[in-house]
């Protein structure tokens, strides 16, 4: 034959197997072999593109592929099937969503969808985040949050409405999700439209929590999927057998639940709980998007010495807002590194956030490189109090002063790339691999402790003084006063 005739004779075959079977043999065409859990979605999937009018939540943990079925080939083989209909995606940043949107795209571009559909992309589509294809069916994707105006969808997609953890312990975050949810996502379905939800549980009240607890839980479907089976699995899988043993195996999600038990139910077996962690209880977790003006910041170290290995080397910048008493958690530098990179960061931290003091660790490490600090910080002009606190040989005694705010609910903590390890971190802490993190946060608790106290405990006589009115103890204002009076200064 010639050219490529035999292929096309071959994709016409393989067409009437998707008429036939559906979206199984069209993932197979495009080389993906289903394990059992995602024939389970891909069969979910076709009765919602097929029949119409299906609310279906998808509960998986994370690395299970169930994005690449319902994101990445669902949408090119709905648009396939059903000329004219509309596909919206919303994932929970724009980047994320057009990314899929992409792949989808390729897929449409390949000469054998022709075969398997009749339609192509229109020449005037060639956007990754929305397109039309020549059966006059569309895709949109979108970020959660989007405004969706003139938008409607016979399918709709929300895959992964949280980014990370962090997301999960910020009440602005999922209220914000849920109100757009209500206010705008499901408003722009068609009539007999298909909805699902699909995400790795974090917190009980996440997007499918709130779904679950409303007037309109009874129409939703529910596939919750475990990485370790339960009783009444939905596969039909043995108490204990892994979901992918493949990719996942028992011992592997064993070992996961050992770090962290919490963690773990609530991301492997989708079963959220709020009042877990020992030393610090998940449910004084408080994750805020931004943090007030007008705080005096502070920061810590806790140094290792060690490069791309064993402990980490961190800084964490503490913001206190002296009327509330408050404490943000605003930056955290962790890495293995050397120790002249590690005090470099010190000190651009210093410069950027004009910390009013800095706590170390007293002990050989800091010994050997404070002559080294020394010199950098004049080099750099940077002056922040500097101030060493005795190392405690019990971890958890060191970090009892920031417990005792933490577990008070007066520690709010930014929505940053670095919030998930901390988070974990913290709720493992102090049966954790690492804990450099809750040193360096404890070193924070105890010079905020010692150091500074309401501004009622203050002598007017020190008010006057010190024009900032700031809240510091009697005898460290005048050390401060003496050595620089503003406390911190660059030149």
């Not at 919206?88 to 390949?110: N, P, V």
């Amino acid at each position: 034959m010639h050219d490529n005739t035999r292929e096309r004779f071959l994709w016409k075959i393989e067409k009437e197997y998707i008429r036939r079977d559906g979206f199984v043999p069209f993932c197979n065409f495009y080389g993906y072999k289903l394990a059992r859990h995602h024939l389970e979605i891909a069969n979910r999937l076709e009765k919602a593109a097929r029949e119409g009018g299906t609310n279906l939540i998808i509960c998986m943990p994370p690395g299970h592929a169930k994005s690449t079925y319902t994101s990445h080939l669902f949408p090119p083989y709905f648009l396939g099937i059903n000329p004219g209909q509309q596909f919206i995606s919303a994932s929970h940043t724009s980047d994320f969503a057009t990314s899929w949107g992409r792949k989808s795209r390729d897929i449409i571009l390949e000469p054998q969808y022709e075969a398997y559909f009749d339609a192509i992309l229109r020449k005037d589509s060639r956007r990754t985040d929305e397109y039309q294809l020549t059966n006059h069916s569309k895709y949109y994707a979108c970020g959660v949050g989007a405004a969706l105006a003139g938008k409607r969808f016979n399918f709709g997609l929300i895959d992964d409405p949280l980014r990370n953890m962090a997301d999960s312990f910020s009440e602005v975050k999922k209220e914000w999700i849920w109100n757009w949810y209500l206010g705008d996502f499901r408003k722009r379905a068609l009539p007999n439209a298909s909805q699902v939800v699909m995400m790795t549980r974090y917190a009980e009240d996440d997007l499918v929590g709130r779904i679950l607890n409303s007037s309109d839980a009874s129409y939703w479907e529910i596939l919750s999927l475990p990485a370790i089976a339960k009783a009444n699995d939905p596969l039909g899988r043995e108490i204990g057998e892994a979901l992918w043993p493949d990719f996942f195996d028992i011992e592997f999600l064993l070992r996961e639940k050992a770090i962290g038990e919490m963690i773990f139910e609530a991301q492997y077996q989708q079963s959220p709980t709020k009042d877990e962690g020992s030393y610090f209880i998940a449910k004084h977790i408080s994750v805020v998007e931004d943090y007030p003006a007008g705080l005096t910041f502070y920061g810590a170290t806790d140094y290792a010495v060690t490069d791309g290995s064993g402990d980490y080397t961190v800084h964490v910048i503490v913001g206190h807002q002296p009327v509330t008493d408050m404490l943000y958690i605003v930056d955290v530098w962790r890495q293995r590194v050397v120790p002249n990179i590690a005090v470099n960061a010190f000190i651009d931290l210093c410069l950027e956030y004009e910390v009013r003091m800095w706590a170390d660790e007293k002990g050989l490490i800091f010994s050997t490189l404070n002559h080294y600090i020394e010199k950098e910080l004049i080099r750099r002009r940077c002056f922040p109090q500097r101030e060493q606190f005795s190392c405690a040989t019990d971890k958890p005694v060191r970090a009892l002063a920031f417990q005792a705010y933490f577990n008070q609910d007066r520690v709010k903590i930014l929505n940053a790339d670095w919030t998930d390890e901390l988070i974990k971190e913290m709720l493992k802490f102090p049966a954790g691999k690492n804990d450099d993190q809750v040193d360096a946060l404890g070193l924070i608790g105890r010079m905020v402790d010692e150091m500074v106290v309401k501004r009622s405990a203050i002598p007017q006589r020190h008010k006057q003084e010190y024009r900032s009115n700031t809240i510091i103890l009697p005898g460290l204002n005048d050390k401060i006063y003496q050595k620089n009076p503003n406390g911190f200064r660059k030149i």
